[in-house]
């Protein structure tokens, strides 16, 4: 068999002339088949294109199934993601450096963005106790109309007051919320500034360490001199 498909491909590769290309492939029922162009027969199948010395040039693969189409598409979307992943990456990264020159660079913008939420939480704790007062005088006027209807003036007074305060509770836990987002923003900048300045996140590193290891030379020193003090005193 395999020398009468030898000569057949021979043929086929002589009588085509030196840039011959012959398609070979085996059919659902195992035969090989030989054209000079693409089989049909082989239409679900890989075929092989021989060149003129009788060896694989390349493979055309058979159509995608409708199963494989959507494996393909499902991957496809998956690499664009990651590369505009990538790239919004790199252009926040970019960001970053330009902003901050130094960790105290984030320590500094850290801190302003939290001063400017911490003051708002002082204003509304300050209407909160101007309207707790408000309303304790309306409550303790109203005292005066037990068995009676309200005047609609001091019934307003007391719902607004009530109104008031609850809104600038919620308003309070708003900003409390939002101090957690500043925190962990920062949070994540200074780790990201670390990562792409590795000798300044090093170099903090000691920082922390030789103040860390002062402050615990210090204390022996700060217990002896209260001992000493105490001594003293006795005498």
């Known amino acids: 068999m395999k020398k009468k498909i030898s000569a057949t491909l021979f043929a086929l590769l002589f009588a085509n002339g030196a840039h011959a290309e012959i398609f070979i492939c085996k059919d659902v029922n195992g035969r090989t088949l030989t ?14 294109v021989l060149g003129k010395n009788g060896t694989t040039k390349r493979e055309i693969a058979p159509p995608l199934t409708a199963e494989q189409k959507k494996q393909a598409e499902a991957e496809n979307a998956k690499k664009k993601a990651a590369t505009l992943a990538a790239e919004e990456q790199k252009r926040q990264d970019r960001a970053l450096r330009a902003r901050f020159k130094t960790e105290a660079d984030i320590d500094t913008a850290r801190k302003r963005d939290l001063e400017l939420v911490q003051d708002q939480i002082k204003r509304e704790e300050l209407v909160i106790v101007a309207k707790e007062k408000s309303l304790k005088d309306a409550q303790k006027e109203s005292e005066f109309y037990k068995n009676k209807t309200l005047p609609n003036s001091l019934q307003r007074k007391i719902e607004d007051s009530e109104l008031a305060i609850a809104a600038s509770k919620k308003l309070i836990k708003e900003k409390q919320g939002e101090i957690a987002q500043i925190d962990a ?10 990562e792409l300045n590795p000798q ?3 170099a903090a590193s000691a ?29």
């Open 35 to 48: 054209s000079d162009r693409p089989i049909p027969e082989c239409n679900d199948r890989t075929q092989r």
């Open 185 to 194: 923003k920062y949070d994540q900048t200074l780790k990201r500034f670390r």
């Open 200 to 202: 300044a996140a090093a």
């Open 207 to 235: 920082s922390a360490q030789a103040s860390s290891s002062a402050s615990a030379a210090a204390a022996p020193a700060k217990s002896q001199s209260a001992v000493a003090a105490s001594a003293a005193a006795s005498k």
